[in-house]
Structures are given as structure tokens and as C-alpha cells.
């Protein structure tokens, strides 16, 4: 049995969280991840991606873009 509790995935899509970035995730459950959100701070704003799991094969296994989460509670950032 293998005794590894993290794999190798890499990224691909919306910039500039992904294209093409590769990262340890922990196995869940002893499986991979079904969707993973990525989150990066850039000029003072949060921007969260998520991510599903794509056709695997072997590692590094293969997440592709979905959409990205925007907090609805949060008001506008738009100038006066």
C-alpha cells in the first residue's frame, strides 16, 4: 500500500491562479479531490477559482476551471 498522503496536480485555466501550475493536494477519503478552490490576493482583492478534477492518468493529475465565487454579502467595489 502506498503510504503517500499528497499527489502532484496541475492547473489549467483562468489566469492568475492556474495556467498550467502545479501543486501538492492531499488525498480525501484515499482518493483525489473532486474540486478544488484556489484562492489568491491580488491589489487587495480575494479571487477564488474552482477547479474539477479532469481525465486521470497519472500524476501530475489534471484540474480544469469551472467558475469562479464571488461573496454576494460583500458590496461593489466601484468608485464615486
Known sequence: MNEKTTYRAIFYG????AAGTERELEYVDGGYQQTVTLEV???GATIR???K???VTEEPI???YVEDLHDTAGEADVPN
Do not use: C, M, Q
Open 14 to 17: 483562468a489566469n492568475p491562479i
Open 41 to 43: 490576493t491580488e491589489d
Open 49 to 51: 477559482r474552482v477547479f
Open 53 to 55: 478534477l479532469g481525465h
Open 62 to 64: 489534471s484540474y480544469r
